[in-house]
């Protein structure tokens, strides 16, 4: 049943911080009848660009991490006692061989540190085995990993690859906005690295999912940089969708609602940005994740801030129009969210023409009826004394993305009844 149409404000309401030590021991899983897979984080695959490739010796000319051993931390939502993980190689120019893994909790339960807590690292899987070879363009998922790990906790992935991917073009995440670890040789359970190199990137992981009820769902997220998390904290984890968690996780009825990021940074919807455009990843980044019962679109800024004309804005609203109708297909809910100010930026043409296409396709998200309810992100950041500006208290200076303070007052502007069952 479609819900009637509403428009978001700011609330003024304190996100609690979620206290863990980030604990994973051992469990038995206590599945019923009706239980199912969802989505509880994801990265959105990328081809790796050369900046962001792992730096010498990890990268020499079409050898990638031979012998190395590589770290990250993830930022669970929804927690469990059972869990899988998805490798991805679908950008990979070569199959994608993985010796052996492993999850842990991280030091103090935080992210972007390149020590473990002892006796927690669990072996994954895959088919029964230590070592899989993901194929090149597949992801593949582990076995049923059967740990503890609580909602809002830090996961250490730990990989080790002896034979190195043999290709320059690799699958990553370089948004990351954590710190991930390279070292030489195996050392896939050590409490402590030594000689590493960080890297804010992520490699080769593109999402885990946590086995739950029939009541537990994933709301996915399709955007760009301001997503993403471009001006929140490295290691902080206070980007909106982080502090949408945070805000759902209080209220007993949404505490078991998962946030699944499939956001890239420069990401377009139609053509050109940075990664595949939203249009040519929905099936894969929306439909084909586990779980999901809602979608909200934030995207398009790097459309219009590219080429803002008429044309765009129509092909934007199209755009939307195919999401909600693909997404309704498979029983999604879908909130738009309208598109941030960016007055001051290079993408604001001296001629006013990409500020006119941002407001038409604003106002074709607030009025349209299309969406099952709209979130005026617009609305909640502009600066009321000059409102196709950013106000201050939120910018990071660069007049396009948010601040911490902007995140926060973007997930607070979303009532956490849109996600009651």
Same mark, same amino acid.
């Given at each position: 049943?479609? !819900?009637?149409?509403?428009?978001?404000?700011? /609330? %003024?309401? &304190?996100?609690? #911080?979620? =206290?863990?030590? +980030?604990?994973? *021991?051992?469990?038995?899983?206590?599945?019923?009848?009706?239980?199912?897979?969802?989505?509880?984080?994801?990265?959105?695959?990328?081809?790796?660009?050369?900046?962001?490739?792992?730096?010498?010796?990890?990268?020499?000319?079409?050898?990638?991490?031979?012998?190395?051993?590589?770290?990250?931390?993830?930022?669970?939502?929804?927690?469990?006692?059972?869990?899988?993980?998805?490798?991805?190689?679908?950008?990979?120019?070569?199959? !994608?061989?993985?010796?052996?893994?492993?999850? /842990? %909790?991280? &030091?103090?339960? #935080?992210? =972007?540190?390149? +020590?473990?807590? *002892?006796?927690?690292?669990?072996?994954?899987?895959?088919?029964?085995?230590?070592?899989?070879?993901?194929?090149?363009?597949?992801?593949?998922?582990?076995?049923?990993?059967?740990?503890?790990?609580?909602?809002?906790?830090?996961?250490?992935?730990?990989l080790y690859l002896a034979q190195g991917q043999a290709s320059s073009h690799i699958t990553s995440h370089p948004g990351s906005r954590t710190t991930s670890y390279l070292t030489k040789g195996n050392h896939l359970t050590d409490t402590a690295?030594?000689?590493?190199?960080?890297?804010?990137?992520?490699?080769?992981?593109?999402?885990?999912?946590?086995?739950?009820?029939?009541?537990?769902?994933?709301?996915?997220?399709?955007?760009?940089?301001?997503?993403?998390?471009?001006?929140?904290?490295?290691?902080?984890?206070?980007?909106?969708?982080?502090?949408?968690?945070?805000?759902?996780?209080?209220?007993?009825?949404?505490?078991?609602?998962?946030?699944?990021?499939?956001?890239?940074?420069?990401?377009?919807?139609?053509?050109?940005?940075?990664?595949?455009?939203?249009?040519?990843?929905?099936?894969?980044?929306?439909?084909?994740?586990?779980?999901?019962?809602?979608?909200?679109?934030?995207?398009?800024?790097?459309?219009?801030?590219?080429?803002?004309?008429?044309?765009?804005a129509a092909a934007l609203t199209a755009a939307y129009r195919q999401f909600i109708t693909k997404a309704h297909a498979a029983g999604i809910k879908v909130y738009g969210a309208t598109i941030t100010p960016f007055g001051g930026n290079s993408?604001?043409?001296?001629?006013?023409?990409?500020?006119?296409?941002?407001?038409?396709?604003?106002?074709?998200?607030?009025?349209?009826?299309?969406?099952?309810?709209?979130?005026?992100?617009?609305?909640?950041?502009?600066?009321?004394?000059?409102?196709?500006?950013?106000?201050?208290?939120?910018?990071?200076?660069?007049?396009?993305?948010?601040?911490?303070?902007?995140?926060?007052?973007?997930?607070?502007?979303?009532?956490?009844?849109?996600?009651?069952?």
């Open positions: 049943m479609k !819900l009637a149409r509403s428009r978001f404000w700011l /609330a %003024a309401i &304190t996100i609690l #911080a979620i =206290g863990t030590t +980030g604990g994973v *021991a051992t469990a038995s899983p206590n599945g019923s009848e009706g239980d199912r897979w969802v989505a509880t984080w994801t990265s959105m695959p990328q081809l790796t660009e050369p900046s962001n490739m792992p730096p010498a010796p990890y990268t020499q000319g079409d050898q990638v991490m031979v012998d190395t051993t590589l770290r990250q931390t993830i930022h669970v939502s929804v927690g469990g006692s059972r869990f899988r993980l998805h490798l991805n190689n679908v950008f990979g120019g070569a199959p !994608l061989p993985i010796t052996a893994a492993s999850v /842990a %909790a991280p &030091t103090g339960g #935080a992210a =972007g540190v390149s +020590g473990i807590r *002892a006796g927690t690292a669990k072996t994954v899987t895959f088919g029964g085995r230590r070592s899989v070879t993901v194929p090149v363009g597949k992801e593949t998922s582990s076995d049923p990993l059967d740990v503890s790990v609580p909602s809002g906790a830090n996961l250490t992935v730990t690295l030594t000689d590493t190199t960080p890297v804010d990137h992520w490699y080769f992981l593109s999402g885990l999912d946590v086995w739950g009820p029939p009541h537990t769902g994933a709301v996915v997220l399709l955007g760009d940089s301001l997503t993403d998390g471009r001006g929140s904290t490295t290691n902080g984890n206070d980007r909106w969708p982080d502090d949408l968690f945070a805000r759902l996780h209080k209220h007993g009825a949404t505490a078991d609602v998962a946030v699944a990021n499939e956001a890239a940074g420069g990401n377009a919807v139609l053509s050109g940005g940075l990664g595949p455009t939203a249009v040519s990843r929905f099936d894969r980044d929306v439909l084909g994740q586990s779980g999901v019962k809602w979608l909200i679109v934030f995207e398009g800024v790097n459309d219009l801030g590219a080429n803002g004309s008429p044309e765009t993408y604001d043409d001296p001629a006013g023409a990409h500020e006119a296409a941002r407001q038409a396709v604003n106002s074709w998200i607030r009025t349209s009826d299309q969406f099952d309810a709209v979130a005026d992100f617009d609305q909640v950041v502009q600066d009321p004394a000059d409102p196709h500006r950013i106000r201050p208290a939120y910018d990071t200076g660069d007049h396009l993305h948010l601040d911490p303070a902007g995140y926060l007052a973007l997930a607070n502007a979303l009532p956490y009844t849109l996600f009651t069952h």
